[in-house]
C-alpha cells in the first residue's frame, strides 16, 4: 500500500516506472499505462497516439469502406546505475478506439502474448468518488521525445478543473511536457493514476488530461469496465467493434 506523501518513495517511482510504457506507432511515438488482468496485459494510451495504426480502403464498386489495423509495439529500457542495459519489447493490437477529433482521444492496446514476461504490475486507479482537490503534487510518467522507454518522471500540480474543449471535460495541470508525452500516466504522490495526458497549451507549461472519471465513463460504454475496477468480469475485447465513435 501506499500513503500520500509530498513526494514519493522509492517504492512509487518503481511503481510508476514499471508501469508506464512507450508507445511506438507507424508515424511516432507516445506513452501508455500497464493493466495486468487474469494472464492479459492491456496497455491504456490515447487515440492519437496510434490513429496512424488504421487503415481504411474504399471499394469502389460496392460503395463501401474495409477498414484494418496494423500491430505495433510498446517498450521499455531498463536502466542500471544511469546506463540502459536492456530493452523489452511487447507486439499489441488496437482493440479499443475513440477519435481524438470528436470523441475521448482513449485507446486500449491488448499485448498479444498471454503473461508476458517483463510486464509484472499492474496501475493502480484512484477510484474514489470525490475529485482530487486543486493544487495538489502530481507526477507524469512518460516519453518525451519518444526516448527513453518512458523513464521520464516529472513533476507537475493539478492547477483546474473542469476544463472544456470541444465540449469534451479534462483537468488542467501544469507539467514541462513534449511531444511523446500523449498518453501517459498522471499520478499522484501516492502512486495512484488521476488521469491521462493528452494536449497541451503552447509554450504555456499547461497540459489537459482525461481525468479516471471521465475514462471510467468511457469504460463503462465500450465494454471496458474491468480495466478500472477489478471487481468486474473480463470480457473479450476482440468480440466486439474496435470503434465507437
Known sequence: SFSIAASPDEKVVDHLLSTSVTVSAPDGTGSGAVIL?????????????????????????????STSWSELKVYQERLEEGDRVVRIEWICEVVRYNNAD??????????????????KTSTNFYLDKKVPRIGLDLFHVGSP????????????????????????????ITC?????????LVALS???YIGMLQR??????????????????????????????????????????????
Open 37 to 65: 488482468r487474469g494472464d492479459r496485459a492491456y496497455i491504456l494510451t490515447a487515440a492519437h497516439v496510434v490513429a496512424a495504426c488504421k487503415k481504411s480502403i474504399t471499394l469502389p464498386l460496392f460503395s463501401t469502406t
Open 102 to 119: 470528436d470523441g475521448e482521444d482513449l485507446a486500449v492496446l491488448l499485448v498479444k502474448k498471454k503473461s508476458p514476461p517483463g510486464l
Open 145 to 172: 521525445t519518444g526516448e527513453g522507454g518512458s523513464n521520464s518522471f516529472i513533476p507537475a500540480t493539478l492547477s483546474a478543473h473542469g476544463r472544456k474543449l470541444q465540449g469534451k471535460n479534462y483537468d488542467q
Open 176 to 184: 514541462p511536457t513534449t511531444f511523446g508525452s500523449s498518453g501517459g
Open 190 to 192: 501516492d502512486g495512484r
Open 200 to 245: 497541451k497549451y503552447p509554450d504555456s507549461g499547461q497540459c489537459l488530461i482525461k481525468p479516471i472519471r471521465e475514462i471510467q465513463k468511457w469504460g463503462k460504454k465500450v465494454g471496458v469496465e474491468f480495466l478500472f475496477d477489478p471487481t468486474k468480469p473480463e470480457s473479450d475485447l476482440r468480440s466486439k467493434p474496435i470503434e465507437d465513435n
